[in-house]
């Protein structure tokens, strides 16, 4: 085992928290190597990528004093965006929940706001944290999220609100109960192969936006979240590391509709025992 790798075991030991950050998946030449078949893999790669070029960058003899919070980001192809730049693009964020606090919100928008240099998001879209087999989403589950992302707008922190895989019941109970009204609806067309035509009609009266996806019903599982880290850090002890949340982004051209970047910020927390 090669002293950056020890390194990195070692910091992953004493840390509490990690975040991940892909930087900018266009400039990655080798994702454009092999295709990934699913959003999933793509995530569980880019873990897996990220993590290995940072095992490389870490100094071999530690300072005494390591980080609670370790910062695993690829420097070099991570893009802020300049103020001359901001009002020509479009950042839209969805977030995947793993964790059950609500407050996990706020951090993981901050932080998409620092990684990526801008004061506000144009989007974010949520996808609440999977629940147990048999049991069925409802307005009560949402309930917590939706009032920290409305906490958001108001805070100017998000421009628009969003919901993913809601049904046309459980989209109008959101609706008729929440203060700020979900501005779009992902459906994955993968589970319906057409647009529902009670949800499409719902969401034409009230101007909802409905978009399409392909995302896997659980974006990463805890399993294969840590298989990836231990992937990229040899030999790492992964068992105590619990996923809070994936945030994927996409910047977007608009004028030209083209992407110029996009990428994922993962955020983890050691489980004490």
């Given at each position: 085992?090669?002293?950056?790798?020890?390194?990195?075991?070692?910091?992953?030991?004493?840390?509490?928290?990690?975040?991940?950050?892909?930087?900018?998946?266009?400039?990655?030449?080798?994702?454009?190597?092999?295709?990934?078949?699913?959003?999933?893999?793509?995530?569980?790669?880019?873990?897996?990528?990220?993590?290995?070029?940072?095992?490389?960058?870490?100094?071999?003899?530690?300072?005494?004093?390591?980080?609670?919070?370790?910062?695993?980001?690829?420097?070099?192809?991570?893009?802020?965006?300049?103020?001359?730049?901001?009002?020509?693009?479009?950042?839209?964020?969805?977030?995947?929940?793993?964790?059950?606090?609500?407050?996990?919100?706020?951090?993981?928008?901050?932080?998409?706001?620092?990684t990526l240099g801008v004061s506000q998001l144009d989007s974010v879209m949520i996808?609440?944290?999977?629940?147990?087999?048999?049991?069925?989403?409802?307005?009560?589950?949402?309930?917590?999220?939706?009032?920290?992302?409305?906490?958001?707008?108001?805070?100017?922190?998000?421009?628009?609100?969003?919901?993913?895989?809601?049904?046309?019941?459980?989209?109008?109970?959101?609706?008729?109960?929440?203060?700020?009204?979900?501005?779009?609806?992902?459906?994955?067309?993968?589970?319906?192969?057409?647009?529902?035509?009670?949800?499409?009609?719902?969401?034409?009266?009230?101007?909802?936006?409905?978009?399409?996806?392909?995302?896997?019903?659980?974006?990463?599982?805890?399993?294969?979240?840590?298989?990836?880290?231990?992937?990229?850090?040899?030999?790492?002890?992964?068992?105590?590391?619990?996923?809070?949340?994936?945030?994927?982004?996409?910047?977007?051209?608009?004028?030209?509709?083209?992407?110029?970047?996009?990428?994922?910020?993962?955020?983890?927390?050691?489980?004490?025992?």
């Open positions: 085992m090669d002293k950056q790798n020890s390194a990195a075991i070692l910091l992953l030991k004493q840390a509490t928290t990690l975040n991940i950050h892909t930087g900018n998946l266009v400039n990655w030449s080798r994702l454009k190597k092999k295709c990934p078949s699913s959003t999933s893999e793509e995530l569980q790669g880019c873990i897996r990528e990220t993590l290995s070029e940072w095992c490389t960058k870490i100094a071999p003899t530690l300072e005494k004093e390591a980080p609670s919070t370790l910062e695993c980001t690829l420097t070099q192809a991570t893009e802020a965006i300049t103020p001359e730049e901001r009002e020509e693009l479009k950042v839209s964020v969805k977030l995947f929940l793993s964790g059950s606090d609500p407050a996990s919100i706020r951090i993981a928008v901050d932080l998409a706001c620092s996808a609440p944290p999977p629940l147990p087999e048999g049991v069925s989403l409802t307005l009560e589950h949402l309930q917590p999220y939706w009032e920290e992302l409305e906490n958001l707008l108001q805070s100017h922190k998000i421009a628009a609100i969003g919901t993913s895989d809601l049904d046309k019941p459980l989209l109008e109970q959101l609706y008729t109960w929440a203060q700020v009204k979900p501005s779009s609806n992902q459906v994955n067309l993968a589970s319906c192969c057409v647009m529902p035509p009670d949800l499409t009609a719902f969401a034409k009266e009230y101007d909802i936006q409905l978009l399409t996806h392909n995302d896997t019903k659980e974006l990463i599982t805890e399993t294969s979240f840590q298989e990836s880290v231990s992937e990229g850090v040899k030999d790492a002890v992964v068992a105590d590391w619990s996923l809070e949340w994936v945030l994927r982004y996409s910047i977007i051209v608009k004028s030209r509709g083209i992407i110029k970047s996009k990428g994922y910020l993962v955020q983890a927390k050691r489980i004490r025992s």
